[in-house]
């Protein structure tokens, strides 16, 4: 077993800053820089949140030299946030040859036509017991969920076990937050 440099580091681990920054998806991951592959890019492309702002947003991957890519900050990979007038080109762009449904899915939770939260499945039954859910929250209803939050009857769904439960305390808050954040961008872009 050798101990070799990792060849770059995957941008589904570029998590920094993590007070600013949630990771929610990666759309695309092309390699590392200057990789031989015909369709390597080096480059990365994801949706996620700054400071609870949807946000489209890239980097380059890096190489076995730097494995770290670009951007980085104080020796972390980070991601450059994408200015919100050129994410739909960047995102529909041939390049990518993402699917219908990929595009409609990154364009639905930029445009903020529906709010998602990730938790993680907490029936200890199930085959997805542990891993990630997303949940999914049309915005004419968030003052809805926000209220059934306040009341503690808000609960989370998995498709895999069909079962429900509630926030856990360390979710409860950052959903809040998510929920009224994106109830407030609904209302700003002439929700009612």
Known sequence: MT???PTYIKPGDVLAPKRHWQLFHVL????PTGGEKANATGSSLAIGRWDTKPVLAMRWNGNRENPIGNP????LPTWFIVPDEHARQIIETQHYDFSNDKI???????ELK???FLTRCSTTSCSNFGNLVLQSYPPEKLEEYIADLERDDLKFYCIYCDQQWHPTAEEKPRLEEVLKQGL???RTRGGR
Not at 28 to 31: A, I, L, N, T, V
Request: charged share 35%.
């Open 104 to 110: 409609q899915f990154a364009r639905d939770f930029l």
């Open 28 to 31: 695309y991951d092309g390699g």
């Open 184 to 186: 407030e961008r609904y």
């Open 72 to 75: 980085q900050s104080r020796g």
């Open 3 to 5: 101990n070799e440099a």
């Open 114 to 116: 529906r709010v998602y």
